[in-house]
């Protein structure tokens, strides 16, 4: 661990302790997990011997550049150098690096100790085998790899994200329901869906026998139509203030670490669940 | 139960013979489900004497006039007139009726007896007793029922479904992603996330200790970028052939039987493991 921060390693035990629980409940093995930690104030000397680098600092292009540029300096020529990034793509942090194929994205979905997936984004002058690695170094760490073929703004997850999210404004900022009555309609209908079957699994199951040849004929019409009316939404001062009051209005009583356990262990709840009744998720 | 199709019994039986188990294994009592079938083939007779009739007819607003004002002439003057409609808003499908404000969608989310979810959408001449009187029954039955407080076109849950699925199309048609890599970083990261958490929940523990406000105002910058990059898409040929084919590499070999089955077991395994943990979803 390399952090410029004086109570780096206060914090970094204190996270491990809360995900060490989370990890335990899922399955993993956790006795020594931490024994390996070593905390290094020089990066280059961090990394000196390492085989992985997961760079994870602010996301400012500039800074990481300069951080990667380093990092090549001091790293081990076969060690796999990878950022948590959710936004600025490899290319464009490998600029000032002599061999810019060697930075690949590995963005973990948050919570990253409790969330299958890890997005792995290669760029453009990536070696192939070494995405292979990547891929392989997370999946065997029980990870969900998923490999995203381009380079693209906010990856996969983050674009599917923002797309509900400024459907949800919309309609929340045009009193069509509450933010609390809004969440409620996820969880209580997409959530466990797409928690079971992705979109298009769900919509080859929900047009009948047929499947989704006869959904895109048939109902995508209708769904087109709906892409036409579909709301735009800015976080301007009225809707700002809208969204906090109704937060405050319906979550704000419960404490952030409260929420938060809440959320982990209906997480952990899901992800053995699923395991437990043995179901392969499409 | 009145419906033209003269096999309609037989149907009706097998699903609920299916639908039986599923809601066994998820702790309802059972016994005698069906005991109080009958099956009529006149409509005025067979809700004569009926508390609820809720109409899943067609989608086609003529055909729901002409039903609604048969069924309003027949049945008692306090019976409960509910429509299953996903797309057409109780005041069009009431513009026959002499008191218009009776009808009110109950928009059960798919499948029916499985998903919590109940959208329920009064029309602008509703008495809203009476919605709360819907709102009550279907509580009553165990569903989470949520009131759309505006009549709009898809009513919550579909906008926000075909709001994330024109991103998902722009994505593999533009060959970021497989359509079953697509399917994959959903039930991975975000299916998981909203079963647990609604979108504005799960931002408000995104953004740190300082909440949903700290996240509209240090990365709701970054969001509003992202909105203006998402895809457009649409069911053209190229786009059509794309999908259809790399469904059938994927999921093609598995029958939609054996596929339907997993879903519910999946659905069934996130709704009872909550339910064990004893999580409060938000």
Known sequence: ICD???DIETKVRDVFATAGSALAALGFETAGMTDQLRFKKDIAEAVASADIVQECGPERPAFKQGLWKTIEGAAPADALLLSSSSSIPASIQASDMAEPGRIIIGHPFNPPHLMPLVEVVPNPKTDPALTVRVMEFYTGLGKVAVEIRKEIAGFVANRLQ????QECVYLVANGIVTLVELDQVVTQSL???WATNGPFLSFHLGGGPAGLPHFIEHLGVGMEQLWKVLGKASFDEPTKK???????ASYGAQSY????EARDAGEIAIINGLARANVTVG
């Open 242 to 248: 809208l969204l906090i009051d109704q937060f405050s």
């Open 162 to 165: 923002s797309a509900i999210f």
């Open 257 to 260: 670490e409260d929420l938060a």
């Open 4 to 6: 410029p921060a004086p």
């Open 191 to 193: 959530g466990i869906r």
